[in-house]
T-cell receptor, first 114, second 116 residues
Framework: GENVEQHPSTLSVQEGDSAVIKCTYSDSASNYFPWYKQELGKGPQLIIDIRSNVGEKKDQRIAVTLNKTAKHFSLHITETQPEDSAVYFCAASRSGGGADGLTFGKGTHLIIQP | DARVTQTPRDKVTEMGQEVTMRCQPILGHNTVFWYRQTMMQGLELLAYFRNRAPLDDSGMPKDRFSAEMPDATLATLKIQPSEPRDSAVYFC??????????????FGPGTRLTVL
């Protein structure tokens, strides 16, 4: 089955700086790669996703890149703000949109220092 | 504001007791997932349903866990008997498959289960 590795487990950055979280996956048939943000006491919420026919996708301060050859994808957050502090999870799926479930990485605790 | 709801939000029980967690998917969604979150294992897929039919429960311990969808508005996850190692946060998520497309997965707030 699929295995998703995520690094780092904790990331502390100064407010206004950029944050980068990286994930690798094992199943070359995976074609959908979402990123979720989880705040304390809440369920994960989708913030951005990318499909295997795209190399990069951007939404305001958030961007995701995908390298299918190397089987890794990354989340980039620019101009970080205090409200970006949360746990971020990457995931992978063989099915479009994750229709058959997602395999998650272990998460990155992002801390934005004021 | 459509959202997935889960009850109870918190449950403390003793080892050996039966536990039932409930989920109400977003109205109109035809796919429901159950995930378990622990510090050690992270988020793991336990089972999922489409149009109320179970499609995959390979992530679920078969001897004590069972998942059902009595109707389109209710999914249940039952543990009998519960054990301390079942302590975790259990999330339900729902989504809509239409044709070859799928909406994103919308997660509920979770049920925090503590088995003493």
């Amino acid at each position: 089955g699929e295995n998703v590795e995520q690094h780092p487990s904790t990331l502390s950055v100064q407010e206004g700086d950029s944050a980068v979280i990286k994930c690798t996956y094992s199943d070359s048939a995976s074609n959908y790669f979402p990123w979720y943000k989880q705040e304390l006491g809440k369920g994960p919420q989708l913030i951005i996703d990318i499909r295997s026919n795209v190399g990069e996708k951007k939404d305001q301060r958030i961007a995701v890149t995908l390298n299918k050859t190397a089987k890794h994808f990354s989340l980039h957050i620019t101009e970080t703000q205090p409200e970006d502090s949360a746990v971020y999870f990457c995931a992978a799926s063989r099915s479009g949109g994750g229709a058959d479930g997602l395999t998650f990485g272990k998460g990155t605790h992002l801390i934005i220092q004021p | 504001d459509a959202r997935v709801t889960q009850t109870p939000r918190d449950k403390v029980t003793e080892m050996g007791q039966e536990v039932t967690m409930r989920c109400q998917p977003i109205l109109g969604h035809n796919t429901v997932f159950w995930y378990r979150q622990t510090m050690m294992q992270g988020l793991e897929l336990l089972a999922y349903f489409r149009n109320r039919a179970p499609l995959d429960d390979s992530g679920m311990p078969k001897d004590r866990f069972s998942a059902e969808m009595p109707d389109a508005t209710l999914a249940t996850l039952k543990i009998q008997p519960s054990e301390p190692r079942d302590s975790a946060v259990y999330f339900c998520a729902s989504g809509l498959v239409f044709g070859t497309s799928f909406s994103e997965q919308f997660f509920g707030p979770g049920t925090r289960l503590t088995v003493l």
